[in-house]
C-alpha cells in the first residue's frame, strides 16, 4: 500500500471515535399535542431523549399500549459495542501500518457485517418492542402492533415516528467509504504498473 | 393667550362638527365608512392561531388582587397569576406551600388589592426577570418570577396605611419603592384621637433594596415625611436616576371628607427624593431604629414552602437628622400620577382637579436647589418656587388628567378621566396635538415598553373604568374594559376593546422575547427540595404520627400511587403531599377530596404540593385528578376510607393489586 493509503485507512479508522461522543441513530416522534415533537438518540452505549427527559414521557405514552420500560440496562448491545468499535479502530490501525491490502479487505467485510447484524439487531428490538405488549394495557387496538420503523416513517395511531440514521452514521460511513476508496486507488495503481 | 387659544380649540371643534355632518350627508350611511376602518384595524390586532404576539401585556387586577397576562396586539387573554388573593383554580392561598405567603402582622389575610405592576429594569430597561406589584389595602410588596410566573415573595410593608405609591422600580432595580397613602401614627399600634392627625400622624415612604441574583426584597429604610397622603411614585431615568419622585395630596392635613377638605389648596407637592443620597445616610449610620412588625414571606430554595419570617425592627430615616436630601416641587391640583419621561428630565404631574397638565424641568429643579431658590419648607424639607422648576404647562388637556406615558419619540400621553379621553401632546412645545375617546373613564394608561428608556411607539393600552354598553350586558356590575390603541403614526386610532379581570389600575407591556426565552417548562424534579417530595414511584406510602397523617402520594398518567388508603380516623389531619412526576410541559395532575373544606391544589410537572384535610365523618372518601391530564384522566381516582376515631383499622395504602 502506498503511503497516502495507510494514511487514509488509518484515518478511516479514527473516524469512528467520534461514535463515543455522538448518538448514530435517531427515532423522533411527533403527534398532535406533541408539537414540538419528542425522541431518542442511539449511541454505541446509551439511549437518551432529544431533550431531556424524553425518555421518560416516551415511557409514560408507552405504558398505555402495554409495551415495556425503555432503559438502556436492559440492551446487553451497549456493554459491548464499545468494544466492538474500538477493536475496530484497534484493527484499522494496524491495517494502515501494516500496509496489507488484505487487511483492508478484511476491515470492509467486519463492517458490513457488522452494519448488517446492527440493523437486524435493531429490527428485533423493535419487533419485541412493538409486539410483546401486556395483556392488560388499557388501550388495546385489534391487530395493532408497535414495531418502529427500522428506516423510514411509520403511522403509529397518533404518532408519527421516524427512524433514520444520525451525525454519528456520518463517521460510520466515512469509515466505509475512505477504505474502498483506497482498495480502488490501490488496484488501480497496480494495474497502472 | 391662554383665552385665544381655548376660542381656537371650540372654533376647531365647531368646525369639526360640521364636517361630520357633512360627511354624514354626502356619504350616507355611516357603517360604511366604519368598515373599512374596522377591516383595517382587524388586521392590525389579527395574529393567526398559533402565531405568538408581540408583547407580553401585564394588567393589574385591582380588587381582584391578582395579575393578569395578555398579548398583545391580539388582546388574547393569557393567564391569571395569583399573587394577593387565595385562587381556588390553582390552590394558591390553598395548600401547606403557599398559605405563609399570605402571613401578615395582621394574620392570614385572603384578599388585597394589588394595583401598579412593574418589571425589574436594567440600566433603565425592562429585563423581564421579575414583575413586582403592590398591595394597596394591607400594605405589600409582592415579586412574581417570570420564568415561572408564580408568586415567590410577599413583603409586608409596617407603618404605612394603603401603599399606593408602589411598586415602582429604580432604573438598575436598586430599590422598588413604596409609601402611605394614608398618613397614620408612625408610631405601631398607637392609639390616638383621630382628630389629633397634625400632631401624631406621619408619612413614610419606603425603600426595599432588591437582591440582583434572588430578587429578594429586604426593607432597607423608611423617609419619615409630613402627614399628607402620597399617591403614586416613579423613579427617574437616565439623568434623573438617583432621584425618585412621589406625588402628594391632602396637604391640608383632613381626615375626614376628603373630596372636599383635600381639595382646598391650589398647590400640593411633587416630592422629589435623592433616593441615593437617602440610602448612603441610612447605610452611614444616619437612620433611626424603630419598632415595627412585619411579615417577609418567601420560597426558601427551588420549590418547597414558602416560609414567613416575622421582623420587628425597620431603619427610619428623618429628613431633619441629616443633610438635604428631598424637596417639594409645588404642583397643581391633588396631582396623581408623576411620570418621568424617557430622558428623565421631564417631571410631569396629573393635575386630577387641574386645569393644565404641569411639566416640571429635572434640571432647572437641581439648578433651583443650587441657588437656593424656596419659598419655605414643610418639616423642614424645602419646598422649591413653583416658577424656578416648571417648564411648561400643557393648556386644554381635559377634564381630569391622571397618568401619562411617553412615546420615546417626543411625545406625551395622559389619561384624562373627567372628559373620558387620551391627550397626546408634545414635549417640545407642551402642546396637545391629538386626542382620542376612552370608553368609559379612563385612569391609567400604559405603552408597550412604558415607563423605561426605551419606549415602543406601537401600541397604547387604556385601562377605563366603565364598560356600560360597550359589550353584550353581563348584569348591573361588569368588567372594566381595556382599550388598545395604535399609536404608531401622527394620530392615535383605536383598534381593539376588551374586558379585563377585576379592575386594571396599571399595566407593564414587554417585548415577548425578553421573556419567552427565560421561560421554564417544567420544575426539575431533580432540583425538587420539598421536604415531602417522593422522587421515585416506588417511595409513595403513608405515615402516621399521632393524629397527624401524611400521605407521600406520587402522580403520574394516569393514577395516583397511593390511590387506596385506608386506617385513617375522624379526628386526624390528614396532609396530602402530591408530586407531579411528570417532566413533561404542560402535564398538571391535580387533587380534590370529596368533602374538604379546601380548594383542589394543581400540581406544575416536577412540583409538590400539600393539601390539607381534616375528615369530620366516617366513610369511604373518592379523590380524583382535576386536571384532565391524559387520555385516562378519567381513571385516575382513588379512594379513602375514614373510620372512628377510636377505631383500630390498621394504616395501609395500595396502587393496583
Known amino acids: 500500500m502506498k503511503l497516502q493509503s ?11 471515535i467520534p461514535l463515543f461522543y455522538m448518538p448514530f441513530w435517531s427515532i423522533s416522534m411527533t403527534a398532535p399535542q406533541y ?69 483492508v479487505y478484511v476491515w470492509l467485510g467486519l463492517m458490513a457485517v457488522l452494519g448488517i447484524a446492527g440493523l437486524i439487531d435493531f429490527y428485533m428490538w423493535g419487533y419485541d418492542y412493538g409486539h410483546n405488549l401486556n395483556p392488560r394495557a388499557p388501550i388495546k387496538v385489534p391487530g395493532m402492533s408497535y414495531q418502529p420503523p427500522l428506516i423510514g416513517c411509520k403511522q403509529l395511531l397518533n404518532i408519527n415516528a421516524c427512524s433514520w440514521p444520525y451525525t454519528g452514521s456520518i463517521f460510520i460511513g466515512l469509515s466505509v467509504l475512505l477504505p474502498a476508496g483506497v482498495v480502488w486507488y490501490e488496484k488501480k495503481f497496480k494495474q497502472a504498473k | 393667550m391662554k383665552k385665544q387659544k381655548s376660542n381656537m380649540l371650540r372654533g376647531m371643534m365647531i368646525g369639526a362638527g360640521f364636517v361630520a355632518v357633512a360627511a354624514f350627508l354626502f356619504t350616507g350611511c355611516p357603517s360604511q365608512q366604519g368598515m373599512l376602518d374596522t377591516r383595517d384595524a382587524a388586521e392590525k390586532v389579527y395574529v393567526a392561531p398559533g402565531e405568538h404576539d408581540e408583547y407580553y401585556a401585564f394588567l393589574s387586577g385591582g380588587y381582584s388582587g391578582q395579575l393578569s397576562v395578555w398579548g398583545l396586539p391580539s388582546s388574547r387573554f393569557l ?78 410593608v409596617p407603618n404605612t396605611g394603603g401603599n399606593h405609591a408602589s411598586s415602582f422600580v429604580t432604573s438598575n432595580s436598586e430599590y422598588v419603592i413604596g409609601a402611605t397613602r394614608f398618613s397614620i401614627p408612625y408610631e405601631k399600634d398607637l392609639d390616638v384621637p383621630i382628630d389629633s392627625y397634625a400632631d401624631n400622624f406621619n408619612g413614610a415612604l419606603s425603600f426595599l433594596s432588591i437582591d440582583q441574583e434572588t430578587g429578594r426584597m429586604n ?35 383632613a381626615h375626614t371628607l376628603l373630596e372636599v377638605n383635600a381639595s382646598q389648596n391650589d398647590k400640593d407637592f411633587v416630592a422629589a427624593v435623592n433616593w441615593r443620597k437617602a440610602a448612603e445616610f441610612v447605610a452611614e449610620g444616619h437612620g433611626r431604629t424603630m419598632d415595627a412588625e412585619y411579615y417577609h414571606n418567601y420560597y426558601e430554595g427551588n420549590q418547597g414552602f414558602a416560609v414567613s419570617h416575622v421582623k420587628n425592627e425597620v431603619t427610619v430615616l428623618y429628613p431633619e437628622d441629616v443633610e438635604e436630601f428631598m424637596y417639594f416641587l409645588p404642583t397643581p391640583k391633588s396631582p396623581h400620577g408623576v411620570d ?45 418656587n413653583y416658577e424656578a422648576t416648571i417648564a411648561g404647562e400643557v393648556e386644554d388637556p381635559g377634564l381630569g388628567p391622571l397618568h401619562t406615558e411617553f412615546d420615546g419619540d ?70 372594566h374594559p381595556a ?48 421536604p415531602h417530595a417522593v422522587r421515585r414511584v416506588g417511595d409513595a406510602r403513608v405515615e402516621r404520627d399521632g393524629d397527624v397523617v401524611r400521605v407521600y402520594m ?100 395500595r396502587t393496583g393489586n
Not at chain 2, 405592576?117 to 412574581?144: C, E, K, L, V, Y
Request: glycine residues 8%; aromatic residues 12%.
Open chain 1, 35 to 103: 408539537p414540538e415533537g419528542i425522541g431518542m438518540f442511539i449511541h454505541i452505549d446509551d439511549i437518551t431523549g432529544h431533550n431531556r427527559h424524553d425518555l421518560q414521557s416516551i415511557n409514560t405514552l408507552n405504558h398505555y399500549i402495554g409495551m415495556k420500560e425503555i432503559h438502556v440496562e436492559d440492551f446487553p448491545e451497549f456493554e459491548y459495542m464499545p468494544w466492538i468499535i474500538g477493536f475496530m479502530i484497534f484493527f484499522g490501525l494496524i491495517a494502515a501500518v501494516s500496509g496489507q491490502l488484505k487487511l
Open chain 2, 219 to 253: 426593607l432597607d429604610f423608611q423617609i419619615i415625611v409630613p402627614p399628607y397622603n402620597y399617591d403614586l411614585g416613579r423613579a427617574g431615568k437616565g439623568i434623573s436616576s438617583d432621584w425618585v419622585f412621589f406625588t402628594t395630596y391632602n396637604t391640608e392635613l
Open chain 2, 340 to 384: 418621568i419621561d424617557p430622558t428623565g428630565e421631564y417631571i410631569v404631574a396629573g393635575g386630577k382637579l387641574a386645569t393644565v397638565i404641569p411639566v416640571h424641568s429635572f434640571s432647572r429643579m437641581l439648578e433651583a436647589i443650587e441657588n437656593r431658590d424656596f419659598e419655605g419648607d414643610s418639616n423642614g424639607i424645602p419646598i422649591i
Open chain 1, 6 to 16: 495507510k494514511i487514509v485507512m488509518g484515518l478511516a479508522a479514527l473516524l469512528l
Open chain 2, 410 to 479: 417626543g411625545y406625551a400621553y395622559t389619561s384624562v378621566y373627567i372628559s373620558s379621553e387620551i391627550v397626546k401632546w408634545s414635549l417640545d412645545t407642551f402642546e396637545v396635538v391629538d386626542r382620542i375617546d376612552s370608553y368609559y373613564s379612563i385612569g391609567h394608561l400604559m405603552i408597550t415598553g412604558g415607563d423605561t428608556k426605551n419606549p415602543d411607539k406601537r401600541y397604547l393600552v387604556g385601562l377605563t373604568k366603565t364598560a356600560k354598553d360597550r359589550y353584550l350586558p353581563t348584569g348591573p356590575k361588569q368588567n
Open chain 2, 79 to 156: 393567564k391569571v397569576i395569583p399573587v394577593f388573593s387565595q385562587d381556588p383554580e390553582t390552590g394558591y392561598g390553598y395548600s401547606e406551600e403557599t398559605k405563609p405567603l399570605f402571613q401578615t402582622s395582621y394574620g392570614f389575610i385572603p384578599w388585597d388589592d394589588s394595583h401598579h405592576p412593574h418589571i425589574s429594569q436594567t440600566d433603565g430597561d425592562a429585563d423581564g426577570r421579575w414583575i413586582f406589584i403592590n398591595a394597596n389595602n394591607t400594605p405589600r410588596i409582592a415579586r412574581i418570577d417570570l420564568d415561572t410566573f408564580e408568586t415567590k415573595e410577599i413583603i409586608e
Open chain 2, 483 to 530: 382599550q388598545l390603541y395604535d399609536i404608531s403614526g401622527d394620530r392615535m386610532q383605536l383598534l381593539y376593546d376588551f374586558p379585563t379581570i377585576g379592575e386594571p389600575h396599571y399595566a407593564q407591556a414587554i417585548a415577548a422575547n425578553k421573556i419567552t426565552e427565560r421561560v421554564k417548562q417544567i420544575y426539575e424534579m431533580e432540583e425538587n427540595d420539598h
Open chain 2, 554 to 653: 406520587a402522580s403520574i398518567r394516569s393514577h395516583f400511587r397511593p390511590d387506596n388508603i385506608e386506617g385513617i380516623r375522624v379526628g386526624d389531619t390528614v396532609y396530602f403531599h402530591l408530586t407531579n412526576l411528570e417532566q413533561e410541559w404542560d402535564v398538571v395532575h391535580g387533587i380534590g377530596i370529596k368533602g374538604a373544606n379546601n380548594a383542589e391544589i394543581l400540581v406544575a410537572p416536577g412540583q409538590t404540593k400539600t393539601l390539607k384535610w381534616e375528615p369530620t365523618r366516617t366513610g369511604i372518601y373518592p379523590f380524583y385528578c382535576t386536571a384532565f391530564c391524559s387520555a385516562l384522566h378519567q381513571e385516575m381516582q382513588g379512594y379513602v376510607r375514614v373510620s372512628a376515631a377510636d377505631s383500630d383499622v390498621e394504616l395501609v395504602w
